[in-house]
């Protein structure tokens, strides 16, 4: 089984910054693409960010220019640095991964439970 635990998320004012971290664990083989989402309130989860294992990465365009993610392969984390944040960035953030685990060569899905990021004043 597969775990991926978020953390970092709370209430920021907007042109404030916050970091979300993504941290896998289990029996874990192999990490390949990861990405973080988000779920506004009323609205329907949308890929924010998706980072490669030899670091190529890809945005939104909501959120190009002010957000950054980056992976640590060797303790299989993924981190999101979110600056200039906007109140329309509020939303519950969910890391996702592919994951090949040590007891087969199949590549899974999985979601984390999510962390909540507020943007106000």
């Known amino acids: 089984q597969v775990q991926l635990v978020e953390s970092g998320g709370g209430l920021v004012q907007p042109g404030g910054s916050l970091r979300l971290s993504c941290a896998a664990s289990?029996?874990?083989?192999?990490?390949?693409?990861m990405h973080w989402y988000r779920q506004g309130p009323g609205c329907q989860r949308e890929l924010v960010a998706t980072?490669?294992?030899?670091?190529?990465?890809n945005y939104a365009d909501s959120v190009k220019g002010r957000f950054t993610v980056s992976r640590d392969n060797a303790k299989n984390t993924m981190d999101l640095q979110m600056n200039s944040l906007k109140p329309e960035d509020t939303a519950v953030y969910f890391c996702?991964?592919?994951?090949?685990?040590?007891?087969?060569?199949?590549?899974?899905?999985?979601w984390g439970q999510g962390t909540q990021v507020i943007v106000s004043s």
């Open positions: 996702n991964a592919d994951v090949i685990l040590h007891a087969d060569n199949i590549l899974r899905n999985y």
């Open positions: 289990g029996s874990i083989f192999r990490i390949g693409l």
């Open positions: 980072i490669s294992t030899s670091g190529s990465t």
